[in-house]
């Protein structure tokens, strides 16, 4: 079965005090991990994608790396309206049709 | 470019009642997903439809059911609803199924179920 596990859970931080969100992942047929960001009371919000290991993407404060087990999500001097629930999503298929895996999330909350 | 669009966005129901919700996809995107959030469990996969036919489907028991029309807008719908169904319902659509197009969500409904 398909598995995602995002760490820490919790995260508070500083304004300007990077730091760095994991997501480790075993699944199937693996094509694609998407990051997200949800705001309370909102959809996610599409962030990245990335397809192979040593890929990475940037977007302002963010940066996501990906490893053939994990992904990183790097925040550089954040500000607090970074403050929301990170969420890694790996695409599989295993032996099925393709479908996103959802981590719990990692909750960052950035204090000014 | 309007987004994916959720109605209704609250509900309220009765243990035993059932329920339909609705979800609207990007102009010209032609898949939608469905996914039941909540605090314990996350985000979890209920089905996925692409030219009105269901590809793919979560585990969730046959009281979660869903169509899509030939407008590519999609319902769910859920049959005698349990406590255990309260949870933050979402819809996300994406040009086409599979790992090249990224999907994009709704703001999502809402339901507590009583």
């Known amino acids: 079965e398909d598995q995602v596990t995002q760490s820490p859970e919790a995260l508070r931080l500083q304004e300007g005090e990077s730091s760095s969100l994991n997501c480790s992942y075993t699944?199937?047929?693996?094509?694609?991990l998407f990051w997200y960001r949800q705001d309370p009371g909102k959809g996610p919000e599409f962030l990245f994608t990335l397809y192979s290991a040593g890929e990475e993407k940037e977007k302002e404060r963010l940066k996501a790396t990906l490893t053939k087990k994990e992904s990183f999500l790097h925040i550089t001097a954040p500000k607090p309206e970074d403050s929301a629930t990170y969420l890694c999503a790996p695409g599989g298929s295993g032996g099925s049709n393709y479908k996103l895996t959802f981590g719990k999330g990692t909750l960052l909350t950035v204090n000014p | 470019k309007a987004g994916v669009t959720q109605t209704p966005r609250y509900l309220i129901k009765t243990r035993g009642q059932q329920v339909t919700l609705s979800c609207s996809p990007i102009?010209?995107?032609?898949?939608v997903s469905w996914y039941q959030q909540t605090p314990g469990q996350g985000l979890q996969f209920l089905f996925e439809y692409f030219s009105e036919t269901q590809r793919n489907k979560g585990n969730f028991p046959g009281r979660f059911s869903g169509r899509q029309f030939s407008n590519s807008r999609s319902e769910m719908n859920v049959s005698t609803l349990e406590l255990g169904d309260s949870a933050l319902y979402l819809c996300?659509?994406?040009?086409?199924?599979?790992?090249?197009?990224?999907?994009?969500f709704g703001p999502g409904t809402r339901l507590t179920v009583t």
């Open positions: 699944v199937s047929g693996l094509r694609g």
């Open positions: 996300a659509s994406s040009l086409s199924p599979g790992s090249s197009y990224e999907q994009y």
């Open positions: 102009s010209g995107h032609r898949s």
